[in-house]
């Protein structure tokens, strides 16, 4: 059976202001040092699905953005351009319908395309079970990550311990939300529970009938552009269809609801790099526990992050700090704070000044 | 009889650091926003001493930037320059021996060029009580500030609450080094200590002799100049002579020795400016207690100072913070650090960073 990757990068990253903005999102941000996020999550499963296989599901501030950045082996038509945010459900039924069309039945593979993976051989080995695993059955595969603290800021997945499928792949009880800190260190010691990567593996028949079934206004209404996709119109009635679409996410509209839904946990060394403070997860802290990208001078600093452009960064007397410096604007703030950069983007577009958004 | 201002700018400002540096030094920044800090040290004493009556005593590094920035009242040929650091006694007796040389005696009012006093007027009211002293006694005259808080940072001066001069001329019994936080709290409750400002005003003839008498090691080797000065060989008479002289301070030199020293108390609202946490002494704080001269954007911060060039500058979550960015270069260090600034000049020095001194 054939194998593809759907790949959604319509995200903003305003956590990761400034480095990323409006014009400059995470996934096109070279965060690694190796390449831009997105072309990371295409080269990471190579081996397992073909690149020109490759679906990107964007929108259209960012279609050209990932045109300019995107892997030669990624073909450009193989952009699919959502005329409106409606959240990650729209998107795959989107991305479902015109792999049928266009191929027949298959593997789908979607990935979120900002996150970060340091152990690359471990989640190809993860991801080739999860492929086989969905040609094989009418599951709905997703990939877990072992918890590695009571993070309060992942959704978490409770599976049943019972191994049906063979080792190391389980039967999903529950998708729970973000938790709070004493809920998710009861996750966490109880061993039944694992990160929510938004990895999620299934044939695109499978797909497509679980659209039915339980989206069913979000299936009648986006069926109808199945017969002009690869015609002239495509686009149009997609502009005409997709505003009109359910807001809502592929965790609460299918997942939850699903009694059909297997679990591989991975360990791979992931990440979502959801702030500024995940930095520490991609690079090594030096002697005093500092990640430092930038020409550096600290004195007595310890356990922070150091982001700058071209020029000098000097500290004393500092821990726990984020700073990026980048050529038109500065942030600082404590690590414990660094999901709160969202509010800083708030205030700039409270105050229109969109030059820095 | 004629009065005369000597300034003394010859002080790096390393503390200041990024904004001063050897080409930028306190004295010739804008900091208050109204003129260059030597300049408004100037125009304090407007009405008390003539502004052509300036001299100004720096370093070869600064005489251009001086030059260059100087109030166009004060002749240039008023600028005295040292061949050699050597602290304060032999900067002043240098310009002690070129007032005598060229106008007689006088009442000579030394400054440091590089402090702040937001009450101008009741800065005169006591400088000019303090010259009319000099002028009809032949003490050494100190101005003492009246401290606000047991500053650790300050020398102290302790004087006698017997006034044989009149209301609020003191003797002075003792100068004190900086004392750590107990002893300063002891110096407040006492009501007998006054903090050490660096202002002195007392006759030419008057120092001189305490040079002869105190400094006569200085004294012996600079009076062979004295019949230089006006001349061609001025300059190359100093350069040979003055590298040669004692470094020491005027406090220790001669104020710590002398019984003659009366000190006017001061409340005027005097700042060193020494490192970037007096600029609170300087500007008013906003309603979070954030002093900002800068393009900024600030959720949920306290009591920080936030100085910028161009460049945007956006906190979350920060108290008690210092963030100054520049063209070329960012600090960010806790205001009880502030002092600790001179480390990172240190280190760029011993990395041989030219470009950032």
Known sequence: MNRYAVIMAGGGGTRFWPLSRQTTPKQV?????????????????????????SFIVTNQVQEKLIKDVLLEYVPHDNILVEPAAR???????????VLMKKYGDGVMCVFPSDHYITDGQ??????????VLAEQTDKLITI????????TGYGYINFNKYKPYGEDVFEVLEFVEKPNFDKAKQYIASGNYLWNSGMFVWKVSVIIENFKRFLPRIYDRIREFTEFIGTDKEK??????????????????????????????????WNDVGSWDALGAIFPPDENGNIVRADYVGVDTKNCIVYGSGRLIATVGLENMIIVNTDDALLVCPKDKAQ???KIVDRLKEEKRTEYL
Chains 1, 2 share one sequence.
Do not use: W
């Open 236 to 269: 149009e009635v997609l502009e005409q269809i997709y505003p009109t679409l359910q807001n809502i996410s592929i965790d609460f509209g299918i997942m939850e609801r699903s009694n059909e839904v297997l679990v591989i946990p991975g360990d791979f060394g």
């Open 122 to 131: 471990g989640f190809t080995n993860i991801l080739e079970k999860a492929a």
């Open 144 to 151: 877990g990550i072992k918890p590695t603290f009571p993070s």
């Open 29 to 53: 941000l070279n965060i690694s040092g190796n390449d831009v996020m997105i072309n990371e999550t295409i080269k990471r499963y190579d081996g397992i699905i073909p690149f020109e296989h």
């Open 87 to 97: 959240n990650t459900a729209p998107c795959i039924i989107y991305a479902a319908l």
């Open 340 to 342: 709160d950069v969202k």
